[in-house]
């Protein structure tokens, strides 16, 4: 059974830091997936704050350029989104997600809560 089990979310205050962690198990072969991380806060939809491929490109939402950064251990199947500078507009329920290339089926976490406030 594939699962997708996001950590490292928390109250942090603006300007502070999180690395959220998301560990695959029951994926063969994830390092070729396509990672990425979604957030979402209530009422809106779920937006795409940045992705790294099987070759280790990434890219990123503009709100988050420079700020945020994503990586992949694929010896642990784990990717990572490290978070700096952060705002009160980035609190959101944070998600990561895995799809092979030229698969339709797209693999999910149950979300981590990161709330950025004084």
């Known amino acids: 059974q594939v699962q997708l089990v996001e950590s490292g979310g928390g109250l942090v205050q603006p300007g502070g830091s999180l690395r959220l962690s998301c560990a695959a198990s029951?994926?063969?072969?994830?390092?070729?997936?396509?990672k990425a991380w979604y957030r979402q806060t209530p009422g809106k939809e779920r937006e795409l704050v940045a992705t790294?491929?099987?070759?280790?490109?990434?890219n990123y939402a503009d709100s988050v350029k420079g700020r945020f950064t994503i990586s992949r251990d694929n010896a642990r199947n784990t990717v990572h989104l490290q978070m700096d500078s952060l705002k009160p507009e980035d609190t959101a329920v944070y998600y990561c997600?895995?799809?092979?290339?030229?698969?339709?089926?797209?693999?999910w976490g149950q979300g981590t809560q990161v709330t950025v406030s004084s």
């Open positions: 997600n895995a799809q092979r290339p030229g698969s339709r089926t797209v693999f």
């Open positions: 029951g994926i063969g072969f994830f390092s070729i997936y396509t």
């Open positions: 790294i491929t099987s070759g280790g490109s990434t």
